[in-house]
């Protein structure tokens, strides 16, 4: 069995910078190496799903997006993270893609090219978003939410106080199997 924590990036992982769009504007949040480093402990598939809507916006490039992930990866790397994938969704809201949170589209790819299977393997998503727990009540996984910007209104399976208590809630809903 397979253990997954699919992952928000901003708010999430990262300060929410408005349409982050250059290397210098990431700032990692409190808690996410420990949190990251615990859920690799306990051998789960680290992958990013993110809306980035500022490219269908024209406000950044996707050549912009690969800098900005090369950055952030290599600042995890830093601290012995290594992440499996990183998903992204670079439409406007308006287009109304299938790969767009809450949409299923970037997880059902990740789905296949990383030969997961949800009727057996754990899924858990770890979001701060409407759209981050929509996508996890539409793939039926469980979802953790980490404190918000703004209020809730889909309900997570679990509020966490920051991403290190997300990350070990979702090692306890795994059951902890190696």
Known sequence: M??????????????????LSRP??????????EGLQLLKQ???MLIILTNQSGIGRGYFSE??????HTELLGLFAQSS????????CPH????ECECRKPRKGMLLTALQEQSIDLSVDFAV????SDADMGLARNARIAAIAVPPEKPLLVTPDYQAQDFLDAATEAVRLSGRSD
Do not use: C
């Open 81 to 88: 993270i290594l992440f499996d994938a990183i998903y992204y």
């Open 125 to 128: 998503l770890i979001g701060d």
């Open 63 to 68: 050549t912009d997006l690969k800098i900005i």
């Open 42 to 44: 306990y051998h789960f």
């Open 2 to 19: 397979k253990k997954v924590a699919f992952l928000d990036r901003d708010g999430t992982l990262i300060r929410n910078a408005h349409y």
């Open 24 to 33: 210098e504007q990431i700032e990692i949040l409190s808690g996410v190496r």
């Open 92 to 95: 406007h809201p308006d287009e």
